[in-house]
């Protein structure tokens, strides 16, 4: 079985670009998640989906960061303009809908701004 | 809203010792208690959870950990460690019924050949 898929795995960005991450859940899991890991903490959940709404964004800054999940499968997270506070690995997950289900996590798209 | 404290930021254990890796957790309701692994370069994986049942939860490689009402406590633990165990270590929680998971800052298990 094909694990979450994410790319692209490093970037490197000026502060006040844009940056784009993609990620292709494991087939089958309506829900959808995009953390955010800083160095030295533990992920942080920015948004979830379930199929292609928004369960929970509270934690989204909406300013800057933008996600979608058109079609329910696929997922794009977006940063613009991007701070220096926003270097980090972005990991997604997914899983089967439901509390308790296992959470499966892709290897994260690590982001550096400078 | 819920919260996990991971008090050891690192753990260095001589190979073959046993291993304990603390956790404690807040919350106002029930909730689900989960172990995550991070090994080099890779991604997260489910070690262990607790979902309702028996309050001792077993790893296919030896790890185990029990939830502790009262303590509101989800310690890991396991008797004797490999090299392979060197990783970071997560717990994290969740409300029964709410998918959304909370995670701890992580414990980084470093064995001692």
């Known amino acids: 079985e094909a694990g979450v898929a994410q790319s692209p795995r490093y970037k490197i960005i000026e502060k006040r670009q844009s940056v784009a991450f993609w990620c292709n859940p494991i087939?089958?899991?309506?829900?959808l998640y995009w953390y955010q890991q800083i160095l030295g903490q533990g992920p942080k959940l920015l948004i979830q989906?379930?199929?292609?709404?928004?369960?929970?964004d509270s934690q989204l800054p909406k300013d800057r960061f933008s996600a979608e999940r058109l079609k329910g499968v696929d997922s794009t997270l977006k940063i613009q303009p991007a701070k220096l506070e926003d270097s980090a690995v972005y990991l997604c997950?997914?899983?089967?809908?439901?509390?308790?289900?296992?959470?499966?996590f892709g290897e994260g798209s690590w982001l550096t701004v400078v | 809203a819920q919260s996990v404290t991971q008090l050891d930021s690192q753990v260095p254990v001589f190979e073959e010792a046993p291993v304990e890796l603390r956790c404690n957790y807040s919350?106002?309701?029930?909730?689900?208690l989960f172990w995550y692994v991070q090994y080099p370069n890779q991604g997260l994986q489910l070690l262990l959870k607790?979902?309702?049942?028996?309050?001792l939860v077993k790893s296919i490689n030896g790890f185990e950990a029990e939830f502790n009402k009262s303590q509101t406590s989800f310690h890991l633990r396991k008797p004797s460690v490999h090299i392979s165990d060197t990783a970071e270590y997560f717990c994290?929680?969740?409300?029964?019924?709410?998918?959304?998971?909370?995670f701890g800052t992580g414990t980084r298990l470093t064995i001692i050949p």
């Open positions: 997950a997914s899983s089967l809908t439901g509390p308790g289900n296992t959470i499966y």
């Open positions: 087939s089958g899991h309506a829900t």
């Open positions: 989906f379930q199929n292609n709404g928004v369960v929970d």
């Open positions: 919350s106002s309701v029930s909730v689900y």
């Open positions: 607790y979902l309702s049942g028996s309050t």
């Open positions: 994290a929680v969740s409300a029964v019924g709410n998918e959304k998971l909370t």
